[in-house]
């Protein structure tokens, strides 16, 4: 790794490995993202605590900078700010600045002219938090909270901090991500993430229309039949249908979808007994997922939900941590170059 | 070069000079709470000695760190752990050494964030002087004072040993 290495490892990273961007989990190690699970279960502790804030980011200013609409992400990255003593700005861009005329470069020009020291990005289009990371002023941390299809790592690292409490472990595991994976970053996340923690198979099933090209490539096996997908299941991952993103005719119904391709009781007990139920949310009843299951026994749909503003926790006072390591070192060395 | 000191006397020491505090301030029912890793294990040990039926806490203060704008997160953080409500309890906060005292300022503003207790009071094992802030222990077991090339190294949780290391030159 040199210093000139423009891959996103070197981006995201200090040169003593400290975690400085997270903009995606391609180049991240097994020992990082331990460390970032073993550190969101301390920030689980500080939630059940009466005061449950602690001072990390206290005097810091972390911007929301949502170009594109999100409740439960957005409302969980700024809880996580808010717990870590950070004061919080949400923009939701999609109805301000840009929509006057203004380039991304001149908005984020702005924001940081406002002493900003992190920027959270969700954007439509695929490489815009790796984009905005490599033009930002250094000393400023940015957190991907979803680009286009390309990847959500905090989505994928709440799951696997909600597999790791249920099952302990990712070693010997059988997970399925179950429908609309073309559309979907999160299962792009998943997959890589899965691999890179020692899961056993990682099998995506799908109709062949809703997924990628060479999906193979990614690390998983391909199953269409859902019957024949299910079986030794450990953890079953639901991903919502993309309606919004669907060009062209990619499904004949949603009837026909979930009459395929929907978590009834009856394909739920196809699996393991003991095989837990994911969601990233927000779910589609009746679509994806019959309603007896997502409230049932082995969903664990609302536990991610807790977990995320953990892992967000986690994730931020890391990256934070890591440009403030890093802005020390550059002074001490300056000084040094001085003497 | 190194030398072993004798645990069992740190101990003692510690010990007599905590249940006079106890007994000067009226305390009969306190609850330990170390500081993670080596307070714990002293925690512990003392909670045999006193015989305390209540679990001990431990308490990990990464979070309040006052360095972490200078050197980022630890990266081997652990969950807290205090098995019992704080409100109103005279709580025994114990570390193996205290020097700067900036560990035990973190660890009463982490303890405050649980709920007010009644009293704390402070108990380390080895008192190696250098303080940085006006925090002192209310027992230790000793107090030393290093030379530039020495330090202490605590081993547990079984058996406890603390060593005085010189790094030779």
């Known amino acids: 790794m040199t210093a000139n290495d423009p891959s996103p490892t070197h981006l995201q990273l200090t040169r003593d490995g400290q975690l400085r961007h997270f903009l995606t989990l391609d180049g991240l190690e097994r020992p990082l993202l331990t460390d970032i699970l073993d550190t969101a279960d301390s920030f689980i502790e500080v939630g059940e605590r009466s005061i449950k804030k602690v001072p990390l980011l206290?005097?810091?200013t972390v911007v929301n900078l949502f170009f594109e609409s999100s409740t439960r992400t957005r409302s969980t990255f700024e809880l996580a700010a808010k717990r870590l003593s950070a004061d919080v700005l949400n923009l939701d861009i999609s109805t301000s600045a840009t929509s006057k005329g203004e380039t991304l470069s001149d908005t984020l020009l702005n924001l940081e002219a406002m002493a900003s020291d992190m920027f959270v990005v969700r954007h439509s289009q695929s490489g815009a938090p790796h984009f905005i990371a490599e033009s930002v002023t250094p000393g400023v941390a940015i957190i991907n909270a979803g680009d286009g299809r390309h990847a959500h790592p905090t989505q994928a690292m709440l799951d696997m901090l909600t597999i790791r409490q249920r099952k302990g472990?990712?070693?010997?595991?059988?997970?399925?991500?179950?429908?609309?994976?073309?559309?979907?970053?999160?299962?792009r996340s998943q997959i890589r993430a899965l691999n890179e923690l020692g899961a056993e198979e990682v099998r995506v099933i799908a109709p062949g229309t809703l997924l990628p090209l060479d999906v193979e490539d990614l690390g998983c096996t391909v199953e269409y039949d859902m019957a024949r997908g299910m079986k030794d299941l450990d953890v079953v991952i639901m991903l919502r249908l993309q309606?919004?993103?669907?060009?062209?005719?990619?499904?004949?119904?949603?009837?026909?979808?979930?009459?395929?391709?929907g978590l009834s009781q009856e394909k739920l007990s196809l699996?393991?007994?003991d095989c837990i139920v994911m969601h990233p949310g927000p779910i589609n009843r009746g679509v994806e997922i019959e309603s007896a299951v997502a409230d049932g026994p082995q969903s664990v749909i609302l536990n991610q939900v807790t977990n995320g503003i953990a892992i967000r926790m986690a994730v931020?006072?890391?990256?934070?941590?890591?440009?403030?390591?890093?802005?020390?070192?550059?002074?001490?060395g300056q000084q040094e170059g001085r003497a | 070069m190194t030398v072993l000191l004798e645990m069992n006397e740190l101990l003692d020491t510690l010990e007599g000079g905590l249940r006079g505090v106890l007994e000067a301030r009226g305390i009969d029912n306190p609850v330990l709470i170390g500081i993670r890793t080596g307070g714990v294990w002293v925690a512990e040990a003392l909670g045999k000695r006193l015989g305390l039926s209540e679990p001990y806490g431990a308490l990990d203060i990464s979070f309040y760190r006052d360095d972490f704008s200078r050197i980022g997160l630890n990266p081997t953080v652990t969950p807290s752990s205090l098995p019992f409500d704080t409100e109103g309890r005279d709580i025994i906060l114990v570390d193996d050494v205290i020097m700067s005292g900036r560990t035990i300022r973190a660890a009463m503003n982490e303890l405050f964030d649980y709920g007010r207790p009644a009293s704390i009071i402070l108990a380390t094992l080895i008192d190696l002087g250098a303080r940085e802030l006006p925090i002192q222990p209310d027992a230790a077991?000793?107090?030393?004072?290093?030379?530039?090339?020495?330090?202490?190294?605590?081993r547990g949780p079984e058996p406890l040993t603390i060593e005085l290391q010189e790094s030779g030159q």
């Not at chain 1, 309606?243 to 395929?260: C, I």
Request: proline share 4%.
């Open chain 1, 58 to 60: 206290r005097g810091r």
């Open chain 1, 316 to 332: 931020m006072s890391m990256a934070m941590g890591g440009q403030m390591a890093e802005r020390q070192q550059k002074l001490a």
């Open chain 1, 169 to 187: 472990r990712f070693e010997g595991l059988k997970v399925a991500i179950v429908g609309d994976v073309l559309h979907s970053r999160v299962a």
């Open chain 1, 243 to 261: 309606k919004e993103r669907m060009e062209g005719a990619l499904l004949p119904s949603e009837r026909e979808f979930y009459r395929l391709y």
């Open chain 1, 271 to 273: 699996a393991r007994p």
């Open chain 2, 141 to 154: 077991g000793q107090t030393l004072a290093l030379a530039p090339r020495q330090r202490v190294k605590l």
